[in-house]
């Protein structure tokens, strides 16, 4: 009775329902942006204030070299997060004696949040380059190992067993058995890292920096520029949203034997 | 085989029940009867569509034509009360073997007088009063699937669907729980539709068995079992009924 | 017949394993003995949840035992038995390995040049009949094609007694009777020692040479049965039926 009516009816609304609602939004931006101009510049007012810091760049850089500026930072700190905690995480989840060393220590840092650092990290190392990337690196590291230990120690007993009967050594097991099966769970870390150092490199530029994303966001906000904000603020989401995709992409190639499910 | 007399009134009726997927046709215009209070087993080859069929007859998916209907209506899960068992348990672990069977008598909100009656006779005809305050985490995988079995009796359902609820126990303990699935269903008079891959459990304890085909799945037959319970494996005539449905659906 | 001239591949004497915890302790196997002969397919039946895998992964030299001793070719084995193979119940087998390296695994460890591996593990991805699959990862198999993988695997390792753990246990009662033949069909064409551990006495019947029955827990010798039905087996012969009537009333009930 219709079903294959249904189900087209059902594909276009679930193709259609996002579209509307970014559209809804944006005339919920119209509207409120015409009622309240001093608290919310409209759209075309945004695009313009944009191609302004081309024209007339901040900092003397424009918004590509603010991205980059942010972009470079996080990417730096999560090659070597993603080193440090990734080697750190399995050390922990299959070695007993290194998580009883480390295990502690690392369950008392592990609440804090990295924002709380950005004061001791200016104290120590002034406003340059090295405190904001050791504050990303401190904010990406941390789930990093969280989801990497978990993962190795997650291991079920049986796929051990299989290594033991074929003969496996240690190494060799951690390797072909233990590692793999934690690498969905490993890919898991990666993907809270990226988006929690992107979170934390903005927090830091807010602060104290002079070219970076974050920077712009503070100087707009400082300068009553809402477009200036509105600009770097849709920037942040877009490189937000692009990176998620890249990562999904990514654990496709990677762990190819978990797309089916 | 020939139709046998049977005078109890239709319960449930398929009508045309097709179900397609994309056009990948699963389920082809299956149509039969159960009566009140009469136990059928479905069997089929392996991959015949068996859960196609089964998250059919539940509405977890909607069949693409046909439907089935309850007294000669719809079925309507607000109207009409369809109990599961799946092929692992799945009691509540935070409520005790009592609040268990109960729960489903709550969410209706009959009569705590009701459901006190309805609750301590199923403990009573499965001997489960000595664990009524146990939680189902504290009994083996047979005994909570007993709880569960207890608590879709307890509903006194319109249709009660269990889907190979002993697939995975040891041949000794399968046959004492279908004999006590036998008891139950004798002393409740509920509607049975049991689906197995499971021939000689078919044979067992089905008054009916509905043949499948393969994918897409036809009705191939209808066969009434005609022999006593207690049945007795074997007996010739049980071993002629198995091997006839075998022969029906052997793929092996 | 043929079992007499057998000799005794592994002997298994006075195994008892005991789980101790802070104040109470329990104990799954108790004073187990039986001997495995050269080249027989050895049921162990057992009822219940209790000792039948414990007792495996003693045999296998993965879990300790409280007390006894595992005698293989006369000598006393301590740890891992290099010549055992194991097929599991809940398959282990790697997601991340296509079927043709989840096969090769046990021969990569030991250091096996890929060439030869690669050969090995085609020809029993063959003999258990998934020629063509050999790319696909285990998600994409059936329940029925994913044991296949298992007994290929343990297989290819070239083992001299292969020890397999309820294999057919999360199989459908069909599925279960189609693995039942080609396990049959493998052994007679790759004769190895077989330790098989069910609980369904049907199975029992239709695949040992011999059958050790199990009591529940603790898990004891109930006795041991010789079965001189010929095979191929026919599962509803008078014979067969009376067996399995004999044995099942020797069984523990399990609830």
Known sequence: ?261 | MAEFEDNRPLKVEVKGLTKRFGDLLVLDDLNFNIRKGEFVCVVGPTGCGKTTFLNCLTRIHMPSEGDLYIDGVPADPRKHNISFVFQEPSSLPWMTVEDNIAYGLKIKKLPQAEIDRRVNRILDLMGLQEVRKVYPGELSVSAEQRVIIGRSFAMEPDLLLMDEPYGQMDVKVRFYLEDEVIRLWRELGSTVVFITHNIEEAVYVAERVIILSNKPAHIKEELKIDLPHPRNIADPKFIEYRNYITDKIKWW | MEQQQMTKKMEVKGISKTFYNKNSYFTAIENVSFDVKDGEFLVILGPGRCGKTVLLNIIAGLEEKTEGAVIYNGKEISGVNPEVGMVFQKLALMPFKTVLQNVELGMKFRGVPKAERHEVARRYIDLVGLKGFENSYPTQLSGGMKQRVGIARAYANDPKVLIMDEPFGQLDAQTRYSMQNEILRIWEQEKRTVVFVTNNIEEACYLGDRIILLSDCPAKVKEIYNIEIPRPRNMVSKEFMDLRAKISDNTDLAI
């Open chain 1, 1 to 261: 009775m219709g079903s294959k009516q249904k189900e087209r009816v059902h594909a276009i609304l679930y193709w259609g329902l996002p579209v509307l609602a970014v559209i809804l939004i944006v005339v919920a931006w119209v509207l409120f942006s015409a009622q309240h101009p001093e608290l919310m510049p409209d759209p075309v007012s945004v695009w313009k204030r944009l191609i302004k810091t081309f024209v007339k760049p901040i900092g003397n850089t424009n918004l590509f070299g603010h991205a980059w500026a942010s972009l470079s930072r996080v990417l730096l700190a999560l090659l070597i997060a993603w080193a440090f905690g990734i080697f750190f995480g399995i050390l922990i989840g299959w070695n007993r004696t290194a998580r009883a060393i480390f295990g502690s220590i690392f369950e008392v840092i592990r609440p804090i949040p990295p924002i709380a650092w950005i004061p001791i990290m200016i104290m120590w190392f002034g406003i340059g380059e090295l405190p904001k990337i050791l504050l990303v690196f401190i904010g990406t590291f941390v789930p990093l190992v969280i989801n990497t230990s978990a993962g190795i120690s997650m291991v079920d007993k049986i796929n051990i067993s299989v290594g033991k009967v074929f003969g496996g050594s240690n190494m060799q097991i951690l390797k072909d058995i233990v590692i793999p099966t934690a690498l969905p769970s490993i890919f898991a870390g990666i993907r809270t890292s990226v988006s929690s150092g992107w979170t934390t490199v903005l927090a830091a530029e807010m602060l104290a920096a002079q070219r970076g994303l974050g920077s712009l966001v503070t100087k707009g906000w400082q300068g009553s520029d809402m477009a200036l904000v509105l600009v770097a603020v849709i920037t942040i989401a877009i490189i937000g949203s692009l990176l998620s995709f890249l990562l999904n992409k990514l654990e496709k190639v990677v762990c190819p034997w978990n797309s089916n499910k």
